[in-house]
């Protein structure tokens, strides 16, 4: 029987993709494995913020891995019932992993009558299959698609729990200092974090819980870029209640393309091919960032007054970010036919991955999700941080502060960012000595990614541990871990 790995990842975009990367990764350094991914079914899903999220676009993604890497399979789980239709998204994606328990724990037996299992990779999101690993002893591996600052925060939280017995909500002013991390006000805490008496608060901590009894972390990051967190990490500084599993960084994962068609996108060959080198600011807010119509009014308005080329990809003001926006009712009156010769909108979704790799780019507006941070790494892009929710304020923190890769967008007390602001922020970036500082570094950072990647570089190391531990010295290993 030939050695399988198992990857489960929750369906959006930003989660499926950083793993099956991981899976074509692993087939380098091991070619006889069978790596078989668990979807998902999100076809009864309610079409809520967090089911949106769930299933943003990977269908053409998958297309490609199929054609291109067949050694990947996709095991596809059958539909389940009864999904609840609730807007917290934590909650959301906790019941809905619950829910397809069943199917998981068949498919892990069907795949073990034809294959030796040697490990089941989750996602944080599918942390309800680590209850049916476990009764299979299947060694549980977690694979973080955030950065290891975040991982930090989560894995201290339930130390954080235990000293304080307020909701963070209820602390707003006060910084809290996280193993590796920059002192953090609470306020930039993940949203499920904050308030105790959340349902959310609840999953999160039997998920910090169950990550701590795993057989490891497997994270999407490297070591130059997120040392100070992942010496905290190894060193057994975020959890005080007992030993730390071991933490692989094996990144940084990325695609490759975010455009899966054969038609090139028309922001590319039709616009950015005629722009400038370096000239461009992307703006560009993850696969369900969106912004109310003030605040879309006021970005207009601070990118017109910048006078830089710019590609904004804007969508609907929530509730309806699927609906194709009406650009001309949305953006001030006139503003496309004032920027036409030096900015294009897109609506809804651009090909990011390519975007950043274009010449014309010289600076990308960015939410911090860590899928767009490693992919702004990869090419050398710097960034203007506008975190929006999840665990983008902490990594802003960590960008900005200690990595200096970003300049901070200031937002106000309304939550807004105004247009003087953005107009500020986006000229910095793209003409002042500081920017040019936030280039350089970026650019340096860009190479010690790509070194950690190659052979001897700690990434690679890394991964070379896994392997190791997974396909040679399986059974030592984890007694080992589990001393
Ligand atoms: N993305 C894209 N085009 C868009 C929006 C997003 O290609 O218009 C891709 C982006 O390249 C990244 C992913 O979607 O790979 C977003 O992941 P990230 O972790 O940055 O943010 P999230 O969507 O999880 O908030």
Same mark, same amino acid.
């Given at each position: 029987?030939?050695?399988? %790995?198992?990857? /489960?990842? =929750?369906?959006?975009? *930003?989660?499926?993709?950083?793993? $099956?990367? @991981?899976?074509?990764?692993? +087939?380098?350094?091991?070619?006889?494995?069978?790596?078989?991914?668990?979807?998902?079914?999100?076809?009864?899903?309610?079409?809520?913020?967090?089911?949106?999220?769930?299933?943003?676009?990977?269908?053409?993604?998958?297309?490609?891995?199929?054609?291109?890497?067949?050694?990947?399979?996709?095991?596809?789980?059958?539909?389940?019932?009864?999904?609840?239709?609730?807007?917290?998204?934590?909650?959301?994606?906790?019941?809905?992993?619950?829910?397809?328990?069943?199917?998981?724990?068949?498919?892990?037996?069907?795949?073990?009558?034809?294959?030796?299992?040697?490990?089941?990779?989750?996602?944080?999101?599918?942390?309800?299959?680590?209850?049916?690993?476990?009764?299979?002893? %299947?060694?549980? /591996?977690? =694979?973080?698609?955030? *950065?290891?600052?975040?991982?930090? $925060?989560? @894995?201290?939280?339930?130390? +954080?729990?235990?000293?304080?017995?307020?909701?963070?909500?209820?602390?707003?002013?006060?910084?809290?200092?996280?193993?590796?991390?920059?002192?953090?006000?609470?306020?930039?805490?993940?949203?499920?974090?904050?308030?105790?008496?959340?349902?959310?608060?609840?999953?999160?901590?039997?998920?910090?819980?169950?990550?701590?009894?795993?057989?490891?972390?497997?994270?999407?990051?490297?070591?130059?870029?997120?040392?100070?967190?992942?010496?905290?990490?190894?060193?057994?500084?975020?959890?005080?209640?007992?030993?730390?599993?071991?933490?692989?960084?094996?990144?940084?994962?990325?695609?490759?393309?975010?455009?899966?068609?054969?038609?090139?996108?028309?922001?590319?060959?039709?616009?950015?091919?005629?722009?400038?080198?370096?000239?461009?600011?992307?703006?560009?807010?993850?696969?369900?960032?969106?912004?109310?119509?003030?605040?879309?009014?006021?970005?207009?308005?601070?990118?017109?007054?910048?006078?830089?080329?710019?590609?904004?990809?804007?969508?609907?003001?929530?509730?309806?970010?699927?609906?194709?926006?009406?650009?001309?009712?949305?953006?001030?009156?006139?503003?496309?036919?004032?920027?036409?010769?030096?900015?294009?909108?897109?609506?809804?979704?651009?090909?990011?991955?390519?975007?950043?790799?274009?010449?014309?780019?010289?600076?990308?507006?960015?939410?911090?999700?860590?899928?767009?941070?490693?992919?702004?790494?990869?090419?050398?892009?710097?960034?203007?941080?506008?975190?929006?929710?999840?665990?983008?304020?902490?990594?802003?923190?960590?960008?900005?502060?200690?990595?200096?890769?970003?300049?901070?967008?200031?937002?106000?007390?309304?939550?807004?960012?105004?247009?003087?602001?953005?107009?500020?922020?986006?000229?910095?970036?793209?003409?002042?000595?500081?920017?040019?500082?936030?280039?350089?570094?970026?650019?340096?950072?860009?190479?010690?990614?790509?070194?950690?990647?190659?052979?001897?570089?700690?990434?690679?190391?890394?991964?070379?541990?896994?392997?190791?531990?997974?396909?040679?010295?399986?059974?030592?290993?984890?007694?080992?871990?589990?001393?």
């Amino acid at each position: 029987m030939e050695d399988a %790995i198992v990857l /489960y990842p =929750f369906p959006g975009s *930003g989660h499926l993709i950083s793993m $099956v990367e @991981l899976g074509k990764l692993l +087939l380098k350094h091991h070619p006889a494995v069978s790596i078989i991914v668990l979807m998902l079914n999100t076809q009864n899903i309610h079409s809520t913020s967090a089911a949106r999220y769930a299933a943003s676009p990977t269908t053409q993604y998958i297309a490609s891995v199929k054609a291109t890497t067949p050694s990947i399979t996709f095991h596809h789980l059958p539909p389940v019932s009864d999904v609840p239709c609730t807007s917290s998204t934590v909650e959301f994606f906790s019941l809905f992993s619950n829910l397809n328990n069943p199917k998981v724990h068949q498919a892990l037996q069907t795949i073990s009558q034809t294959a030796k299992l040697k490990a089941l990779v989750i996602d944080f999101f599918c942390d309800a299959a680590f209850d049916v690993a476990a009764n299979l002893s %299947i060694p549980t /591996y977690y =694979f973080y698609t955030a *950065g290891a600052s975040s991982l930090a $925060v989560f @894995l201290y939280w339930p130390a +954080l729990h235990k000293r304080f017995d307020k909701s963070f909500k209820d602390l707003k002013d006060m910084l809290i200092d996280i193993p590796g991390l920059p002192s953090i006000p609470t306020s930039h805490l993940p949203e499920p974090m904050r308030d105790r008496n959340a349902k959310d608060y609840e999953h999160f901590l039997l998920t910090a819980g169950h990550m701590i009894k795993s057989s490891g972390f497997i994270v999407n990051t490297f070591e130059q870029l997120e040392k100070k967190a992942i010496n905290a990490i190894s060193d057994g500084l975020c959890v005080l209640d007992g030993p730390t599993p071991p933490i692989f960084c094996i990144g940084p994962l990325t695609s490759d393309s975010n455009q899966h068609g054969n038609d090139q996108h028309e922001c590319l060959n039709y616009w950015l091919d005629s722009q400038p080198r370096q000239s461009v600011v992307f703006l560009c807010f993850g696969s369900v960032g969106s912004f109310s119509e003030k605040q879309l009014k006021e970005m207009a308005i601070g990118l017109e007054n910048s006078g830089k080329r710019f590609l904004w990809v804007v969508r609907n003001p929530p509730p309806e970010i699927d609906v194709e926006p009406k650009l001309d009712e949305l953006l001030p009156e006139g503003f496309l036919e004032r920027t036409k010769d030096r900015g294009f909108v897109v609506k809804q979704w651009a090909p990011q991955v390519e975007v950043l790799r274009h010449d014309s780019v010289g600076g990308f507006v960015s939410h911090c999700g860590w899928n767009s941070v490693l992919e702004a790494v990869r090419e050398g892009v710097p960034m203007v941080a506008w975190p929006l929710y999840a665990e983008q304020p902490v990594n802003k923190e960590v960008l900005v502060k200690e990595l200096k890769l970003a300049l901070e967008v200031n937002v106000s007390e309304d939550g807004c960012v105004t247009a003087a602001e953005l107009e500020k922020r986006v000229s910095e970036l793209m003409d002042s000595s500081a920017g040019k500082d936030v280039r350089e570094r970026i650019s340096a950072m860009r190479d010690a990614g790509s070194t950690a990647m190659k052979e001897g570089g700690s990434s690679h190391l890394a991964l070379s541990k896994l392997s190791e531990l997974w396909f040679r010295k399986t059974c030592q290993s984890r007694q080992h871990y589990e001393k």
